[in-house]
């Protein structure tokens, strides 16, 4: 070999060291971008994720007590609080709706959802895997059969299926309970919601199932022959789920939420929207209001849609029915008379000649309440401004109004409802009464006024969304026909109105 053979070797042994050195180096740099890239994905916290991204993942449950397409769009109180913690991080909400409570924690553990809003209720088995917000409400778990079966008084009086959600507190809470009661028995079922084994029970598919009290409070204003066996157990907290993990900070930024949010008042408002006037349950009041919706009402729908404009006529037919039954000759020993139980000197200011004509009472009770509604300050929010009016419509504005002085006088805000409602029935009491310029009222009335037309008024919302989809799918399938066929509506009959006597009121 040569100088210059070897040189050659040399300088190609030199060229692939280099080779290797790059090849080495670009490697490095790549593992370095990679591994940093990562670690700093890894240090990004929950919080900033969310803003990062701009939305807040949402796990729920689909229940009239959680979420629901409402008449308005999306509804329920989960839906209501999980709406403004988005705002409160300043995000947008995203939430997702599955069918079982299995897969709910699912998406808690990997990662599919930041929270879980979904009714649960905090118990020590889910507390091993999950940590929760602080409890925004309490409830009870209630063995619940079909009106008229057996009365089951106790665990030990069950004869029959008894059927509840898998992975559900009231599953856990049968397990606990079959340590002292060896022969109790139940079925699980991943297939079903709570309110399917309600209608389950109703239909007597099955014979028992079990349901949080505040979910079968808003069941029964439909369903009244859903009757309650016993309670089970101690009450338990409602509250948000997360997944256990070093970062705290979006469960630390729910409990300063649900703070700011109870001292607020905020919360004790939205609770009282949705569950204050369902306390309590009346069975045959129920039952008597729902086949009178299937009755009455249809002779007077036309008039109650007529005379609303622009007000929703459930609400007046709600109104209606709370003051007479929707009863067009109706009257009162105090001289209120016809549907809208109007006075003698509110039908003269409003221009209604005869109260006993149901016409003539539905329209005039629709532009009194009008009226009435005008007179509540414009500041005060929907629904409570619509609450105030009722109250007003019943008792007068001058009542309510010492009732709001109260109110504030307390240290309470007289535009809530929640906090006025609780300060009028003590315009019975003369230590009260005597501090206000209109003076004594039975100020509880109105309360309980207030309650019913609600009640009234979200059963004849669900009645009538029924009648509509029912409605829209039978234009559908007409559609759908080569040769449609169109009846023309029968007209209701409506009742020959009664002659007012003049002679008695002039």
């Known amino acids: 070999m040569n100088i210059k053979q070897a040189l050659i070797i040399l300088a190609d042994r030199d060229h692939k060291f280099s080779l290797r050195i790059l090849f080495s180096g670009l490697l490095l740099v790549i593992f370095s971008i990679l591994y940093f890239g990562i670690s700093k994905t890894n240090s990004t916290s929950h919080i900033e994720q969310i803003k990062n991204r701009g939305t807040l993942n949402v796990i729920t449950r689909s229940s009239p007590t959680t979420f629901y397409i409402g008449y308005q769009g999306p509804e329920g109180v989960e839906y209501q609080l999980a709406s403004r913690f988005a705002e409160h991080l300043g995000v947008e909400l995203e939430i997702t709706s599955v069918d079982s409570i299995s897969d709910i924690f699912i998406a808690l553990q990997t990662g599919k959802a930041d929270l879980a809003a979904a009714g649960l209720s905090i118990t020590p088995e889910r507390e091993l895997n999950f940590t929760f917000s602080p409890a925004y409400q309490e409830v009870s778990q209630k063995l619940v059969f079909k009106q008229g079966k057996r009365w089951p008084r106790n665990i030990n009086q069950l004869n029959g299926e008894l059927r509840v959600m ?118 045959v009041g129920t039952r008597e209001f729902l086949a009178a919706a299937q009755t009455k009402l249809t002779k007077y729908l036309d008039t109650f849609h007529k005379a609303a404009g622009d007000m929703d006529w459930r609400l007046l037919a709600a109104i209606g029915y709370q003051e007479s039954h929707w009863n067009p000759r109706a009257r009162s020993p105090t001289g209120v008379r016809g549907i809208m139980m109007l006075t003698l000197n509110t039908a003269k200011h409003i221009g209604v000649k005869n109260r006993l004509d149901a016409e003539q009472s539905i329209m005039g009770g629709a532009k009194y309440f009008k009226i009435v509604l005008k007179r509540i300050p414009a500041r005060i929010p929907e629904p409570d401004r619509t609450w105030f009016a009722l109250a007003s419509y019943n008792i007068g504005w001058g009542h309510v109004e010492d009732a709001r002085i109260l109110t504030e006088r307390q240290g309470a805000d007289p535009d809530r409802w929640v906090d006025v409602k609780e300060r009028l029935p003590l315009l019975r009491q003369r230590k009260y009464y005597k501090q206000t310029r209109y003076g004594y009222a039975r100020g509880n009335e109105p309360v309980q006024y207030v309650d019913n037309i609600r009640r009234y008024y979200e059963t004849l919302q669900w009645i009538s969304d029924e009648v509509e989809l029912e409605a829209q799918s039978s234009k559908t399938m007409l559609a759908e026909q080569s040769t449609p066929v169109t009846k023309a509506p029968k007209q209701a009959p409506q009742d020959k109105p009664a002659v007012e006597e003049a002679q008695t009121e002039n």
């Not at 070093?246 to 729910?254: F, H, K, T, V, Y």
């Open 166 to 283: 898998a992975g559900s507190s009231h599953a856990q809470k049968l397990l606990d309970l079959k340590q002292h009661h060896a022969g109790l028995s139940w079925t699980e079922t991943v297939n079903n919601s709570s309110e399917d084994l309600l209608a389950k029970v109703l239909d007597e598919s099955i014979d028992y199932t079990i349901s949080d009290s505040n979910e079968l409070a808003l069941n029964r204003r439909f369903y009244p022959e859903l009757a309650i066996g016993f309670s089970i157990g101690e009450p338990e907290q409602i509250a948000w789920a997360f997944k256990k993990s070093n970062d705290e900070g979006l469960r630390a930024e729910a409990i300063k939420f649900f703070g700011e949010f109870r001292k607020s008042g905020e919360l004790a408002h939205l609770m009282e929207r949705h569950y204050g006037h369902v306390e309590d349950f009346d069975y």
